[in-house]
């Protein structure tokens, strides 16, 4: 039903993190493929896939929005998830996932989804997580609260830039307020 697509930038604690927190919607049928996509070339990602039974997509730039565009190239599923590294979904998201999708299948019309932002309550708050609760309060929200969306959405809206700067924020931005939900469950970044 999900594809789940994390880039992780070579850095196998977040990744791992992310992983573990999928784990009961693998179980429960949800996640159908997790890709984890690094164009460092150090092998950890590599070795994490193999281990975690994961797909790994390799990929050409340093650019996020590249990562992204490369595993939703990849992506087999109908329905896309898009999650940073270290992104770890809290209880409930594999309900309210469900219903979102079934929501959006039975009317008909184009929607995406974000988790509701929550900062871990182990991290030391600076001047730039203040800066971030501001934007998100003001243009609405950013690319590390996720993004839920059919692969046909996706596509009909032209996908992550693979070269632009900020191109999560681009998509947010060209699905609208009027087509993008906030989801309850909460999403808390760790590392």
Request: net charge positive.
């Amino acid at each position: 039903m999900l594809s789940v697509i994390i880039p992780t930038e070579g850095v196998e604690q977040t990744a791992v993190a992310t992983l573990a927190a999928l784990v009961p919607g693998a179980a429960a049928g949800i996640v159908r493929e997790v890709l984890l996509v690094d164009g460092t070339r150090n092998g950890v990602i590599e070795r994490v896939a193999d281990v975690a039974g994961c797909r790994f997509v390799g990929f050409e730039g340093s650019s996020q929005g590249a990562a992204l565009a490369a595993g939703a190239l990849q992506a087999r599923s109908p329905w896309l998830m898009f999650l940073p590294a270290g992104a770890v979904l809290e209880t409930g998201w594999i309900e309210e996932t469900t219903q979102f999708i079934q929501a959006v299948a039975t009317s008909g019309r184009d929607r995406a989804a974000v988790f509701r932002y929550a900062r871990s309550p182990y991290a030391d708050t600076g001047l730039r997580d203040i800066l971030r609760a501001v934007a998100r309060g003001l243009i609405g929200p950013l690319g590390d609260q996720g993004l839920l969306i059919a692969r046909g959405h996706y596509d009909r809206v032209g996908g992550y830039p693979p070269q632009a700067r900020r191109s999560e924020a681009q998509l947010l931005r060209r699905l609208g307020r009027s087509s993008r939900t906030m989801l309850r469950s909460r999403i808390v970044m760790v590392g």
